[in-house]
């Protein structure tokens, strides 16, 4: 399974208070399995950096992965798509860099 973690950069920027929630994760599939459940479609996913838990971006209608944070409290996201590596703390609401 692909796995995710925050660059050194990422773990020591000062946009961020919340780093010590962030671990290595992995993910099984590049799904969204809520909008999969219920026939939608995303835009672009991302991963809990807390959990591993895949969700759609709030360009998609139904923004699982801000839902998920606003759900748990957990912080942060990064993108598993592939381009630039960046990594967003919805507390914060700052890029970690
Ligand atoms: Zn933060
Ligand atoms: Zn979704
Ligand atoms: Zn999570």
Redesign the pocket.
């Known amino acids: 399974m692909p796995k995710v973690d925050l660059t050194a950069k990422q773990r020591a920027s000062r946009n961020?208070?919340?780093t010590d929630a962030a671990f290595e994760v992995s993910y099984a599939k590049r799904v969204c399995e809520e909008c999969a459940a219920n026939g939608d479609t995303w835009v672009q996913l991302r991963i809990c950096m807390t959990c591993g838990h895949v969700g759609c971006c709030d360009s998609s209608r139904n923004r699982h992965a801000r839902a998920h944070h606003v759900a748990t409290g957990h912080?942060?996201i990064k993108t598993i798509e592939a381009g630039p590596d960046w990594a967003w703390?919805y507390?914060?609401d700052a890029y970690l860099d």
């Open positions: 961020c208070t919340h912080p942060l703390c507390i914060d």
